[in-house]
Each structure stands twice: as structure tokens, then as C-alpha cells.
């Protein structure tokens, strides 16, 4: 594999930059649905690593936005593109909690396989309007172990990947994160950033959940409301990340373009009025300079075909105005 080329988001076409996302979806996709068949496969999951890293670093605003259009949009291939999303939020978080380098590729390596042993019938499900048959369960119920096991077999030997892997399911102890061992440490990372990404992703038997709803779903109430994961993931992408829509106390509709400098300022684009029209012209608008404020997150799906939008020109605007204006 080469090394991606990737254009300068103000350069790229929004087509373009989609376009190399969805090819590492598309090449993720064939590694995990048949990696018996693949030379050297613990290389070339780190192949796949470091071109998730190589778009991430031109503009991770820019990266995220497209990530979140893919997860709330897809269905078909559910098991990659919910890979992608899980190992995208796993690097996010990586940084935000100074993870050692070892353990950030540790944790990446295990999003990216971790449901090795069922790609294909995570496939099915996602598609799949009736429940899981008895033969689906138990494939369910094993396929952490199964696939850590697996993963030795192909040649992995980093054993905090495989630890992580195997145990991803299993309860882990209610502790602070430094005071756990690091594949427990890394276990309770992926097993908050799994709910998260399959939440904000829609099944053949329900909607997507919004993310704010997402995000209240995994940090609970009372003890729960400090999770420590939790919080760090709404610090790092933003309670609304780029590529969510929101409603405004205005009563206006807009889309989330780029983080803001805390988690719940966003730069946003209205797209719709108080009264449900389509804008002819999108409004960028920075909510850190004040109102209108964001009121709450809305499901993809209320927004598909009332919204058609130049997802370029509104990245390009929101991009030029950060550099001009800050976020």
C-alpha cells in the first residue's frame, strides 16, 4: 500500500476527501471479512492505521464531519464503517488522555478487529429486521474470545492488543482509569467508544439515537455522570461533533461544521428557518460569540431529503473562517 495522497482541504473537493474515506472503508471491509486470505495481516492493519492518521492530520474537523456523515448514513457494510468510526474515536481519545504511544497503537488495533470473529454476521444484523436466531447468539456471546484468538493465529503478537480484544465484553471494575491495569485501561476506552459509535448508527430495526441523546445514554446519572471516558470523548469531538445537526433556541436547523474552543460552541451552518424552509443560503455562525445556542441534537433521519447542502463550500467557508476568526 502507498502512502495516501491527500489534498488540503481548502484545495480538495469534499467529493474527493469522501472519496478516500470511503476507499479505506472499502479496503478495511475486504481485510476483516476475509483475513485468513491476507498476507501478513497484523501489517496491514497497521497499514490501514497509519492511512486513517494520514486524513485525520491534514484536518481533523474536516474528518470527523465526513466519519459522522458515513456512520449516520450507512447500513450496508455496517461492520467496517463502525471499525472506522470506533478506531477514529479511539485515536481522538488516545490523545486527549496522553495514552503512551504503545498503548494508543494497542487500542486502535483492537477497535479496528475487534469484531473479527463476526464481521460477516454483523453485517447481517444491522440489515436483519427480525431478532437474533439461537446459532447468532452464541456466535455473539463468543466472539470476543473467539476473536482474539483468531487475531494470534494471524500472526499478532502484541499482547495488550489481543487482552483488549478478547476481553472487550467482560465487566470491567469501576475504578480511575490510572489506577487500572492498561487492558483493562484500554477495555473501558473501546467499550465506551463501541456504544457511542453503534448508537449514533442506524439499524434495519431502529433510528439512529442524536448524539447529545447518545452521550446522556453513556455518562448516566449520579455516579455515572463522571465517567471518565465519557467526559473525555465530549471534550475531544464536542457534545454536538462536525457532521451533526442541531436545533437552535432560534427554532432554526443548522449543521455542526468544526469544533469550538469548548465542547458545546460549535461553528455551526443553518440551514433551515424557524419555520422549517430551506435557506437558499446557509448562515455560518460561531456560538461561541453568543446566540442563537444550540437547544438540542437531531436524528439524520428527520433531516433526509428536506436537506440537499454543498457540503464543499460549506467545509471550504468554515475552514476559511477559523483561520481568519478563530473558532
Given at each position: 500500500m502507498q502512502p495516501t495522497a491527500v489534498p488540503h482541504p481548502q484545495e480538495a473537493e469534499y467529493e474527493d476527501l469522501l472519496g478516500l474515506w470511503s476507499e479505506l472503508e472499502a479496503g478495511l471491509s475486504t481485510l476483516l471479512l476475509r483475513p485468513r486470505q491476507v498476507a501478513e495481516f497484523p501489517r496491514k492493519v497497521r497499514q490501514y492505521d497509519r492511512w486513517m492518521q494520514d486524513l485525520l492530520q491534514h484536518d481533523m474537523d474536516t474528518g470527523l464531519y465526513l466519519l459522522y456523515q458515513l456512520a449516520a448514513n450507512r447500513t450496508l457494510g455496517y461492520s467496517s464503517a463502525h471499525a472506522l468510526v470506533c478506531s477514529v474515536l479511539c485515536h481522538v481519545l488516545a490523545a486527549e488522555l496522553a495514552l503512551p504511544p504503545a498503548e494508543r497503537d494497542s487500542l486502535v488495533g483492537a477497535a479496528l478487529t475487534m469484531n473479527l470473529a463476526m464481521t460477516a454476521l454483523q453485517n447481517r444484523l444491522a440489515e436483519q429486521a427480525e431478532a437474533p436466531t439461537a446459532e447468532q447468539k452464541a456466535q455473539i456471546d463468543e466472539h470476543a474470545h473467539a476473536g482474539g484468538a483468531l487475531l494470534e493465529r494471524l500472526g499478532v503478537d502484541d499482547a495488550l492488543w489481543l487482552q483488549v480484544v478478547a476481553s472487550h465484553h467482560d465487566a470491567l471494575p469501576v475504578a480511575a482509569l490510572d489506577s487500572l491495569a492498561p487492558a483493562q485501561r484500554l477495555g473501558r476506552i473501546l467499550q465506551v467508544?463501541?456504544?457511542?459509535?453503534?448508537?449514533?448508527?442506524?439499524?434495519?430495526?431502529?433510528?439512529?439515537?442524536?448524539?447529545?441523546?447518545?452521550?446522556?445514554?453513556?455518562?448516566?446519572?449520579?455516579?455515572?455522570?463522571?465517567?471518565?471516558?465519557?467526559?473525555?470523548?465530549?471534550?475531544?469531538?464536542?457534545?454536538?461533533?462536525?457532521?451533526?445537526?442541531?436545533?437552535?433556541?432560534?427554532?432554526?436547523?443548522?449543521?455542526?461544521?468544526?469544533?469550538?474552543?469548548?465542547?458545546?460552541?460549535?461553528?455551526?451552518?443553518?440551514?433551515?428557518?424557524?419555520?422549517?424552509?430551506?435557506?437558499?443560503?446557509?448562515?455560518?455562525?460561531?456560538?461561541?460569540?453568543?446566540?442563537?445556542?444550540?437547544?438540542?441534537?437531531?436524528?439524520?433521519?428527520?433531516?433526509?431529503?428536506?436537506?440537499?447542502?454543498?457540503?464543499?463550500?460549506?467545509?471550504?467557508?468554515?475552514?476559511?473562517a477559523e483561520r481568519i476568526h478563530g473558532a
Open positions: 467508544v463501541d456504544r457511542y459509535a453503534a448508537m449514533i448508527s442506524p439499524r434495519k430495526t431502529r433510528a439512529a439515537r442524536s448524539v447529545i441523546e447518545t452521550v446522556r445514554a453513556l455518562l448516566g446519572r449520579g455516579e455515572g455522570a463522571r465517567e471518565p471516558v465519557g467526559m473525555a470523548l465530549v471534550r475531544a469531538v464536542g457534545l454536538c461533533p462536525p457532521g451533526s445537526f442541531v436545533r437552535l433556541d432560534s427554532g432554526e436547523v443548522a449543521l455542526v461544521l468544526r469544533r469550538g474552543s469548548q465542547p458545546n460552541h460549535p461553528m455551526v451552518a443553518t440551514v433551515l428557518g424557524r419555520h422549517g424552509e430551506k435557506l437558499q443560503t446557509p448562515r455560518l455562525h460561531r456560538t461561541s460569540y453568543g446566540g442563537p445556542a444550540i437547544q438540542s441534537a437531531l436524528t439524520p433521519d428527520l433531516l433526509r431529503n428536506r436537506v440537499r447542502l454543498n457540503h464543499q463550500s460549506l467545509l471550504r467557508q468554515a475552514l476559511q
